[in-house]
């Protein structure tokens, strides 16, 4: 199975501030990741697919770049709505594997 | 608008059975690959099982391999996940979610609904 590790676990920020994530896979993923963000009590919602296409309705504040085992998640400049969990997921063999999850949290 | 409507889930001991069903609405369940995913309490998210739309390749997590069946009813545009022997590993909300074209990622996703395995 292709493990994902996704950092950091939790990040502090401000409203205004950039703010990057990373996940590593333990194998080669072409362009295989998709990236997500979940509010508490809420089912996750698709912010990006084959490593950087932007999911029609999501804020071009929002980016994902990268390929093969190194991708990178970044909000451009973070807006009150966008304090929440964000996970990466991998698409290219099953099973399909999420890494374990960022909490951006209000510094 | 497409929607995704989970159902079935509740309390149920360890080793019974309960059938989870999605209804989809705005789009054609033949149309799309479809994944169940779920999310144990305050824990990240887990893939358990996948239809392609074809309707000829499933696909499980190793965990649920010969305790889960994944099927989708055309007539009536619905998902199901059958779950049998259920273990207390198995509580979580369970999310069904419409794959994004030619991409294993979920693009749309229901409310889910919770599963608790517990005595």
């Known amino acids: 199975d292709i493990q994902m590790t996704q950092s950091p676990s939790s990040v502090s920020a401000s409203v205004g501030d950039r703010v990057t994530i990373t996940c590593r896979a333990s194998?080669?993923?072409?362009?295989?990741l998709a990236w997500y963000q979940q509010k508490p009590g809420q089912a996750p919602k698709l912010l990006i697919y084959?490593?950087?296409s932007l999911q029609s309705g999501v804020p071009s504040r929002f980016s994902g770049s990268g390929s093969g085992t190194d991708f990178t998640l970044t909000i451009s400049s973070l807006q009150p709505e966008d304090f929440a969990t964000y996970c990466c997921q991998q698409a290219k063999s099953f099973p399909l594997t999420f890494g374990g999850g960022t909490k951006v949290e209000l510094k | 608008e497409v929607q995704l409507l989970e159902s079935g889930g509740g309390l149920v001991q360890p080793g019974g059975s309960l059938r989870l069903s999605c209804a989809a609405s705005?789009?054609?369940?033949?149309?799309?690959?479809m994944t169940w995913v779920r999310q144990a309490p305050g824990k990240g998210l887990e893939w358990v099982s996948g239809i392609s739309r074809s309707g000829d390749g499933t696909y499980y997590v190793d965990s649920v391999k010969g305790r889960f069946t994944i099927s989708r009813d055309s007539s009536k545009n619905t998902l199901y996940l059958q779950m049998n022997d259920l273990r207390t590993e198995d509580t979580a909300v369970y999310y069904c979610?419409?794959?994004?074209?030619?991409?294993?990622?979920?693009?749309?996703w229901g409310q889910g609904t919770l599963v608790i395995v517990s005595s």
């Open positions: 084959a490593a950087s």
């Open positions: 979610a419409k794959a994004s074209g030619d991409w294993w990622v979920g693009e749309s």
């Open positions: 194998q080669d993923l072409s362009r295989g």
């Open positions: 705005g789009f054609t369940l033949t149309s799309r690959s």
